[in-house]
């Protein structure tokens, strides 16, 4: 973050951008909101002898067919083309997050049955101490520049992740800050060697950002990323970027040297549209072809589209994150257990679900969806009743002595602020409605939202008492969330409040286990007391949506659907 004075101050800035983005599905990641987030489960179906297709081109082509170009979507333009994306690279937070797996791919990922399979490795073992991982690297790959993939492209890959993640190592997840080494045993084997063992290693390699495996010719010696990144993609994912752009529409074409299943879109342009509304308009007036996004997707636009004729939309089956109401711990009011457990009590989730999401999503018994690894664990599940949570409270003593519909107990009304995020019309609705159901059992929470940075000052410096929040989804669930309720190394102020109610070192023993068996009975604590001492609430599983026109016949999502595959686009 260049530039004196200001330069500090934009540092600053920057660090706490970071920080926040640590915390998000999306947003630094994804990041990562988000989140962010990626890999794209079509990788997997490329043949398995790793041949090299650089003379093929797409199906649409080799039918004799025109050449297929789609338009999409994006809230953001585009500056910057390599895996690390930080605040340092790009203005918008975010740039090429969502769409790297459509151009790099990872060494591994998951596939439809949740099973990790092989995308540039086609084996990989672990060492006894669980501190080096071995990967046999596929022959005959070239990257979109040309050159050809081999061990060293791997190995310097790697390496440069937490070199130009610099002052931000770590906010994609753990694994970035203890790698040791990486090694080109030969042509086609890398060993790659950890300071400590990390349970969470083979899923965090599967996240393009920052994962995916680039050309080592865009590396400088001291392995920062070269400027060609500034204009070009230099992966073997099926597409690259044409270097074509108008600063609102950028240019994307097909990679030739691309060794995978032929997609069915030959080029695509991704025009630059911030407002939803404006990008909704867009594809009623065939001015946009598709767009992808629970954030760009309201459900009333998703049920629009899904009754239009000449218009389709596409809800994923997999839960992609969990929204959930986080507490105040060291609130005197959120910190009596039998509070939380009458605000979990009290909130009917399946309304939430039904009258402002149209039923698209599905109400959270448990933090984390069962169908994530390690998290099918029995827990303590609250359900919907607003009887049950009053006599929580009656029994507690807590009691509105002045009718003035706010419960107290020695001289401590309960009544706090309710703090969210500004932008998402869908949170203002449902904190209103929380608030509203809350008031039946004698609880004034009051909504208070507030831009990003703002939100996330206030919630670090304790002046909140409950506030709304989500995991980052997708590959970063449930291992780097989890990493966040760690307070040595989180800067997540909600969940590292968890930290406390474990057992000592149990964050340290799960990042240090080795044998599958221990590490889930170590998430049978982590999530057991989590619920047991309802330490957050979670409220609803989102989904991931896509819109489409007439031009597109299906869209199957990823492993990961925080990100866009455009090689999963299917056209008529």
Same mark, same amino acid.
């Given at each position: 973050?260049?530039?004196?004075?200001?330069?500090?101050?934009?540092?600053?800035?920057?660090?706490?951008?970071?920080?926040?983005?640590?915390?998000?599905?999306?947003?630094?990641?994804?990041?990562?909101?988000?989140?962010?987030?990626?890999?794209?489960?079509?990788?997997?179906?490329?043949?398995? #002898?790793?041949? $090299?297709?650089?003379?093929? @081109?797409?199906?649409t082509?080799?039918?004799?067919?025109?050449?297929?170009?789609?338009?999409?979507?994006?809230?953001?333009?585009?500056?910057?083309?390599?895996?690390?994306?930080?605040?340092?690279?790009?203005?918008?937070?975010?740039?090429?997050?969502? %769409?790297?797996?459509?151009?790099?791919?990872?060494? @591994?990922?998951?596939?439809?049955?949740?099973?990790?399979?092989?995308?540039?490795?086609?084996?990989?073992?672990?060492?006894?101490?669980?501190?080096?991982?071995?990967?046999?690297?596929?022959?005959?790959?070239?990257?979109?520049?040309?050159?050809?993939?081999?061990?060293?492209?791997?190995?310097?890959?790697?390496?440069?992740?937490?070199?130009?993640?610099?002052?931000?190592?770590?906010?994609?997840?753990?694994?970035?800050?203890? @790698?040791?080494?990486?090694?080109?045993?030969?042509?086609y084997?890398?060993?790659?060697?950890?300071?400590?063992?990390?349970?969470?290693?083979?899923?965090?390699?599967?996240?393009?950002?920052? %994962?995916?495996?680039?050309?080592?010719e865009?590396?400088?010696?001291?392995?920062?990323?070269?400027?060609?990144?500034?204009?070009?993609?230099?992966?073997?994912?099926?597409?690259m970027?044409?270097?074509?752009?108008n600063?609102?529409?950028? #240019?994307?074409?097909? $990679?030739?040297?691309?060794?995978?299943?032929?997609?069915?879109?030959? &080029?695509?342009?991704?025009?630059?549209?911030?407002?939803?509304?404006?990008?909704?308009?867009?594809?009623?007036?065939?001015?946009?072809?598709?767009?992808?996004?629970?954030?760009?997707?309201?459900?009333?636009?998703?049920?629009?589209?899904?009754?239009?004729?000449?218009?389709?939309?596409?809800?994923?089956e997999?839960?992609?994150?969990?929204?959930?109401?986080?507490y105040?711990?060291?609130?005197?009011?959120?910190?009596?257990?039998?509070?939380?457990?009458?605000?979990?009590?009290?909130?009917?989730?399946?309304?939430?679900?039904?009258?402002?999401?149209?039923?698209?999503?599905?109400?959270?018994?448990?933090?984390?969806?069962?169908?994530?690894?390690?998290?099918?664990?029995?827990?303590?599940?609250?359900?919907?009743?607003?009887?049950?949570a $009053?006599?929580?409270?009656?029994?507690?003593?807590?009691?509105?002595?002045? #009718?003035?519909?706010?419960?107290?107990?020695?001289?401590?009304?309960?009544?706090?602020?309710?703090?969210? *995020?500004?932008?998402?019309?869908?949170?203002?609705?449902t904190?209103?409605?929380?608030?509203?159901?809350?008031?039946?059992?004698?609880?004034?929470?009051?909504?208070?939202?507030?831009?990003?940075?703002?939100?996330?000052?206030?919630?670090?410096?304790?002046?909140?008492?409950?506030?709304?929040?989500?995991?980052?989804?997708?590959?970063?669930?449930?291992?780097?969330?989890?990493?966040?309720?760690?307070?040595?190394?989180?800067?997540?102020?909600i969940?590292?409040q968890?930290?406390?109610?474990?057992?000592?070192?149990?964050l340290?023993?799960?990042?240090?286990?080795?044998?599958?068996?221990?590490?889930?009975e170590?998430?049978?604590?982590?999530?057991?007391?989590?619920?047991?001492?309802?330490?957050?609430?979670?409220?609803?599983?989102?989904? *991931?949506? &896509?819109?489409?026109?007439?031009?597109?016949?299906?869209?199957?999502?990823?492993?990961?659907?925080?990100?866009?595959?455009?090689?999963?686009?299917?056209?008529?």
């Amino acid at each position: 973050c260049p530039f004196q004075n200001k330069k500090n101050n934009k540092k600053q800035k920057g660090i706490l951008i970071m920080k926040f983005k640590r915390l998000v599905a999306g947003l630094l990641s994804v990041v990562m909101v988000f989140g962010l987030v990626a890999c794209s489960s079509n990788n997997g179906a490329s043949e398995a #002898n790793g041949t $090299n297709n650089a003379n093929e @081109v797409s199906n649409t082509q080799e039918a004799g067919q025109e050449p297929v170009h789609l338009n999409l979507a994006e809230s953001w333009g585009f500056e910057y083309f390599y895996t690390v994306i930080t605040p340092d690279v790009t203005s918008s937070g975010y740039d090429l997050t969502y %769409w790297l797996p459509s151009f790099y791919d990872t060494l @591994v990922e998951y596939d439809s049955n949740g099973e990790l399979s092989g995308v540039l490795a086609e084996s990989w073992s672990m060492s006894e101490d669980g501190c080096t991982y071995t990967f046999k690297i596929r022959q005959g790959i070239q990257f979109s520049d040309g050159s050809d993939l081999t061990a060293e492209d791997v190995a310097k890959s790697l390496l440069a992740v937490p070199v130009n993640l610099g002052q931000y190592n770590g906010g994609y997840g753990k694994l970035s800050t203890i @790698v040791k080494d990486a090694v080109a045993v030969d042509e086609y084997t890398v060993e790659f060697q950890l300071e400590q063992p990390y349970y969470g290693t083979m899923r965090e390699l599967c996240l393009a950002n920052p %994962w995916g495996i680039v050309s080592s010719e865009q590396l400088n010696e001291d392995l920062t990323a070269k400027d060609t990144f500034m204009s070009a993609t230099c992966g073997t994912g099926p597409y690259m970027y044409s270097g074509d752009n108008n600063g609102q529409v950028f #240019n994307f074409e097909y $990679n030739t040297n691309y060794w995978g299943e032929k997609p069915d879109v030959d &080029s695509f342009s991704v025009k630059n549209i911030p407002d939803n509304d404006a990008k909704l308009l867009a594809l009623k007036n065939g001015e946009i072809d598709f767009y992808t996004g629970i954030t760009k997707i309201s459900a009333e636009n998703f049920e629009e589209m899904s009754a239009s004729d000449g218009f389709s939309a596409k809800a994923d089956e997999n839960a992609l994150q969990t929204y959930y109401m986080g507490y105040n711990l060291n609130d005197p009011i959120f910190g009596e257990q039998v509070v939380r457990e009458a605000i979990a009590t009290a909130v009917d989730k399946d309304s939430i679900t039904q009258n402002i999401f149209g039923g698209l999503y599905e109400a959270a018994d448990t933090f984390f969806s069962r169908s994530l690894p390690y998290c099918d664990v029995d827990q303590k599940v609250y359900e919907y009743n607003m009887e049950a949570a $009053n006599k929580l409270l009656d029994d507690a003593g807590y009691v509105d002595t002045d #009718n003035d519909g706010i419960r107290e107990k020695a001289g401590v009304k309960l009544s706090a602020e309710f703090v969210y *995020q500004t932008g998402s019309a869908s949170d203002d609705d449902t904190v209103v409605y929380i608030c509203d159901q809350l008031k039946q059992i004698g609880i004034e929470l009051t909504p208070s939202s507030a831009a990003m940075m703002d939100w996330f000052a206030m919630v670090s410096g304790g002046q909140y008492g409950v506030t709304i929040f989500k995991t980052q989804g997708g590959y970063y669930d449930p291992t780097v969330v989890v990493g966040g309720l760690d307070p040595k190394t989180s800067t997540d102020p909600i969940l590292s409040q968890v930290n406390a109610y474990l057992p000592d070192g149990s964050l340290d023993e799960l990042n240090a286990a080795t044998e599958e068996e221990k590490i889930q009975e170590i998430y049978n604590t982590i999530l057991t007391t989590m619920s047991d001492k309802c330490l957050v609430t979670p409220l609803y599983y989102t989904h *991931q949506l &896509s819109v489409y026109n007439s031009n597109v016949s299906d869209y199957e999502y990823s492993g990961d659907t925080s990100f866009t595959s455009v090689q999963n686009i299917k056209v008529k």
